[in-house]
């Protein structure tokens, strides 16, 4: 079945720096969502990426979609400490549901 | 305000017990799910529906069961078959994009 690949599995960065996070698909996905959760909280939706080679901003968060349409990346740049959470990429099987990958946890120190 | 409302938040089960955790929805959506997160780990699907009175089976479904009568409402049973059934479950719904989660239920076996 589908798998989705998440690095790293942990990254602790001082409060300032950039953060990125990578998501390996085993196989072309239609499209790709990226959730938050926050520590004790649950996933939230943040972005779709559909198209080939897209690129989407929200903010300081930069989302890539490879243009395979295998891979993705979610891009933080200077991080701040309400940037603090897991974050999952997710990818859709036949019937719409989302498989989701291992996450990235982000610790962002003051 | 539309959302998804999961109890009990903390719910405690004894060995060889079934308990019934409640997902309701609001928002119309045809499409729900259920997923079990373990510490640090990423969310594997249980169980899924797209339309009233149809489920099925996801990744991780060995022990578990789910009904479908109404479309507000996806209610998730933990049997005693389900070996190792302490996790974080959440319920989720959503036709497209992204998935709405509830504040999920955490199980415990004493």
């Known amino acids: 079945g589908q798998q989705v690949m998440q690095i790293p599995q942990y990254q602790h960065v001082q409060e300032g720096e950039d953060f990125t996070t990578y998501c390996n698909s085993s196989?072309?996905?239609?499209?790709i969502q990226w959730y938050k959760q926050r520590p004790g909280g649950h996933p939230v939706f943040l972005i779709q990426?559909?198209?080939?080679?897209e690129v989407k901003k929200q903010k300081r968060l930069t989302f890539q979609f490879g243009e395979a349409k295998k891979n993705s990346s979610l891009h933080i740049t200077a991080t701040q400490t309400t940037d603090v959470g897991t974050y999952f990429c997710?990818?859709?099987?036949?019937?719409?549901?989302?498989?989701f990958g291992s996450g990235t946890q982000l610790t962002v120190l003051p | 305000d539309g959302g998804i409302t999961q109890s009990p938040k903390y719910l405690f089960r004894k060995e060889g017990q079934n308990v019934t955790l409640s997902c309701e929805q609001n928002l119309n959506h045809d499409a729900m799910y259920w997923y079990r997160q373990d510490p640090g780990q990423g969310l594997r699907l249980i169980y899924y529906s797209q339309i009233v009175n149809d489920f099925q089976k996801g990744d991780i479904a060995e022990g578990y069961s789910v009904s479908r009568e109404k479309k507000e409402s996806f209610p998730l049973t933990v049997t005693s078959a389900q070996k190792n059934p302490t996790a974080f479950y959440l319920c989720a719904s959503g036709d497209s994009p992204g998935y709405t989660f509830g504040s999920g239920t955490r199980l415990t076996v004493v």
């Open positions: 990426l559909v198209k080939s080679g």
């Open positions: 997710a990818g859709p099987g036949s019937a719409r549901q989302l498989t």
């Open positions: 196989t072309t996905l239609s499209n």
